[in-house]
């Protein structure tokens, strides 16, 4: 029997249901619980993982941690990088880019290199100690249906099936989310030919490489990669031919090969603490929103890792339907004005900014290189045009421009 709200007595009510403990949900469910609203996050995993993956976090991301209460924490793990660059390795130039140029727009003008499951335990923690939030792990969410009134959702873990009511379902659930899937909501874009090689050590490479910053974008023609680091490794990711089988994209010959082209013929022996290989995609939701439930993070979009935008852009999907939620929840407003703003807002700049740059950012790192170069030699002596680039780079300007659109 289920009352006037559709809730039964086996189910867990929550006001928001959460799919996924990434980066990306457990950040809204936290802002939210902070707000007094009730939350509840279901992770398949039975932990967060300490995978490498995402590992740059942007100015306006990092204002974001700051109201969340919980910069010092992340900034004591990570290591702040002001200044990136691009290289090119056939002739030696450089071009460096200062985020200290920007220090008047924003309070953190610096990329902070930290990787983003201490991002996620640093939360999961903080939301097992509210009384208003529940994070179960182990609980994989296999199926949901909505009604007039609230979303019921069903997910099983090693030994039962447990059963949830929401007033809202939000799917943070991944590159593969079952929500969308659910849904039946089309995941537009392509798939690049070539998969992406991420490797990590703690060989100190710097000392063989006298260029390196804490963030490279270097081209060698034909070959590109993007050497990153964080506080205790190097992180380089280079493009793989879809030819070669994953077997051997991730032994040794292929590492040292990597390592070779990094540090000249005479590199010794580097040991990797992660290696990783993945299929890249460009792909954008047809909608965030079909009725009672939404989509953030990579459950919504895809884009290659090229300028550091997929996590930092599925957290500015939370922010922005924390926004919504809180005034539907608190404030009464009108769900479907909120919340079709939310998915109007942030599909807009998901297309007109995450898309169109990771995709210039790949084709200039590669085939495009030239041009790039030509536009970043002209940064060099053109302060305004310097500052602009800045601003859109860092994603500040998405952020403005997100605010606009009505
Ligand atoms: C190898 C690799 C390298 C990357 N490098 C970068 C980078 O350098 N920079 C960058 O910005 N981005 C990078 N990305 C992308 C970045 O990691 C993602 O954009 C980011 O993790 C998105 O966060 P999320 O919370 O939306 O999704 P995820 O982090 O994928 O979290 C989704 C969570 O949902 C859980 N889940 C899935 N299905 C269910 C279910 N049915 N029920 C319950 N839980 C479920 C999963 O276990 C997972 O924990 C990389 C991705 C990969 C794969």
Known sequence: MSDANGRTASEEYTQILVAGGGPVGFVLAYALAKRGISVRVLEAASHCLEDMRASTFHPPTLEMMAELGIIDELEAQGLRAPIYQYCNRETGAAYALD??????????????????????????????????????????????????????????????????????????????????????????????????LTLSTAYPIEQHLPWVADVNYVADPPEWCVLLRVPTLWRVLVPQSAETGDPDILGDARKDAVFRQLLGP????????????????????????????????????????????????????????????????????????QLDLFDRQRRTITHDFVQTQTIANKAGIGAGFAAREALLRDLQGNAAARRDYLQTTSMLKSITDEAVIV
């Not at 208003?132 to 182990?138: I, T």
């Not at 989310?177 to 537009?188: H, I, M, P």
């Open 266 to 337: 005479d590199a010794p022996t580097i040991t990797t603490e992660h290696r990783t290989v993945y299929r890249v995609h460009q792909r954008v939701a047809k909608t965030f929103r079909v009725g009672r439930v939404l989509l953030i993070g990579d459950s919504a979009h895809l884009n290659n890792p090229l300028g550091g935008y997929g996590m930092n852009s599925g957290i500015h999907d939370a922010w922005n339907l924390i926004d919504k939620l809180s005034k539907v929840l608190l404030e009464q407003a009108d769900p479907d004005r």
């Open 99 to 196: 985020l200290g140029e920007i220090a008047d727009l924003t309070r953190y003008p610096y990329r902070l290199q930290c990787e983003q499951f201490k991002l996620a335990r640093l939360l999961a923690a903080r939301l097992e100690a509210m009384p208003n939030a529940h994070v179960e792990f182990s609980r994989r969410i296999i199926h949901f249906d909505q009604d007039a009134a609230g979303v019921s959702a069903i997910a099983e873990g090693p030994i039962d099936v447990k059963h949830y009511r929401a007033d809202y379902l939000v799917g943070a659930d991944g590159a593969n989310s079952l929500v969308r899937k659910l849904l039946g909501v089309e995941f537009d874009g392509f798939t690049y030919p070539e998969s992406f």
